[in-house]
Nanobody
Framework: QVQLVESGGGLVQPGGSLRLSCTAS????????MGWYRQAPGKQRELVAD???????NVVDSVKGRFTISRDNSLNAVYLQMNSLTPEDTAVYYC?????????????WGQGTQVTVSS
């Protein structure tokens, strides 16, 4: 079992920045991947970015060049630096980790943190 605690959300003006943090309750060194998803009102949850245990990153086109994902295994944490925010980035952001498990993988989710971009 893995508990994930997110922080860093809030209200920001268009063009502003936020840094989301997610800390896991156990060592993240074995995590196959760590990532961030988001869900806007009335929309499905979507991948924003993820990072593998080897450090390879995947960032969706809609945020590429504005958002950066990183992880620090010494702190069991994953971060999402969000710059040049627009109202379209408003959503609940969820931390996600994937662990290898017998015969496959297991996924854990954080409780979500609200990001609101508005003037």
């Amino acid at each position: 079992q893995v508990q994930l605690v997110e922080s860093g959300g809030g209200l920001v003006q268009p063009g502003g920045s936020l840094r989301l943090s997610c800390t896991a309750s156990r060592s993240s060194r074995s995590f196959q991947s760590m990532g961030w998803y988001r869900q806007a009102p009335g929309k499905q949850r979507e991948l924003v970015a993820d990072i593998t245990s080897g450090g390879s990153t995947n960032v969706v086109d809609s945020v590429k060049g504005r958002f950066t994902i990183s992880r620090d295994n010494s702190l069991n944490a994953v971060y999402l630096q969000m710059n040049s925010l627009t109202p379209e980035d408003t959503a609940v952001y969820y931390c996600n980790v994937v662990l290898p498990f017998i015969g496959g993988t297991v996924t854990y989710w954080g409780q979500g943190t609200q990001v609101t971009v508005s003037s």
